[in-house]
């Protein structure tokens, strides 16, 4: 069906890539243990979930990911890392403890894996027999200011009070020096 | 079912949303720096995001219900990051400390 040369070979090769990207990153992210290099590892993890936005037939949402999670979110926490974390402490933790700790969040980890994975590959999903729009951006947009434009406004209504209490927050108990 | 090419299979995406809220569960128990349990929520938003984009793809009638639905996630998770970081460096400056074990004053 497509005229390129081996195009569902490659996009499934890229498709891989994509996975294989959000998860080494979502691990770089936990297991790290300097808090830089976790967050570069969400950045990684972030670029790979937009790859499969686009293999999901949302270029928009690949986009909003990149310029939202990569652009704004690690900027933001990189920013926090340099403000309240000049360097990672050595960790005062017991052996004991760690172990206990580290071994609870693997079972819990392993646990809710394997128990979401079984669920949801259980059964077949029933698939829609037609679909009424196209989910192209033209689409969204329509709903946007239409369906969901309450939610829309409420939106950005809560955006400016995030960014209102963060200043007024972060600005408390600062020194006049 | 199998004879769909792989980024066509609901399954996948399904293993990978799970991967990631495992991946984000573990490391918001095991992390002991409130930047890093932060980071590890954003895993958990992430994985919440995902599992909503498949669906959407996959079993719904109106596919921008789910786009819609993910672009609110993230604009809320922006929101909940700056709140968060503000809270952390307000922390910060009053206990020198982002480690949560340092964090407690109300102790016997």
């Not at chain 1, 986009?63 to 926490?77: H, K, N, S």
């Not at chain 2, 199998?2 to 399904?14: A, H, M, Q």
């Amino acid at each position: 069906m497509n005229s390129f040369p081996a195009a569902s070979a490659i996009a499934t090769i890229v498709f891989v890539l994509c996975l294989i990207t959000t998860a080494i990153g979502a691990l770089i992210a936990v297991l790290s243990m300097r808090l830089i290099r976790s967050v570069c590892g969400l950045a990684i993890c972030c670029i790979g979930l937009a790859g499969l936005y686009y293999f999901l037939n949302s270029p928009f949402l690949a986009l909003m990911e990149i310029l939202i999670y990569v652009g704004a979110v690690c900027v933001t926490i990189v920013f926090a890392v340099m403000l309240a974390e000049p360097e990672e402490p050595a960790t005062h933790e017991k052996p004991a403890a760690a172990g206990f700790w580290g071994g609870t969040a693997l079972a819990v980890g392993i646990a809710i894996f394997w128990g979401i994975g079984w669920l949801g590959t259980r059964e077949a999903w029933s698939s829609p027999d037609k679909l009424t729009t196209d989910g192209s951006i033209q689409a969204i947009g329509r709903s946007l200011l239409t369906t969901y434009s309450l939610p829309f406004e409420l939106i950005s209504l809560a955006l400016l009070v995030a960014i209102l209490g963060a200043l007024a927050i972060a600005r408390t108990g600062r020194s006049k020096a | 079912m199998s004879s769909l090419p792989l980024y066509n299979r609901l399954d996948l995406y399904l293993i990978t949303a799970a991967l990631l809220l495992a991946i984000g569960v573990y490391g918001l128990i095991r992390r002991r720096t409130l930047i890093g349990m932060l980071i590890s929520g954003e895993l958990i938003f992430s994985a919440a995001s995902l599992n909503i984009m498949a669906f959407n793809r996959f079993t719904v009638h109106d596919p921008t219900v789910g786009q819609i639905f993910v672009l609110f996630i993230m604009g809320l998770a922006a929101a909940e990051v700056s709140i968060a970081l503000s809270i952390i460096v307000a922390v910060y400056r009053n206990y020198r400390s982002v480690q949560t074990e340092e964090l407690s004053e109300l102790k016997g």
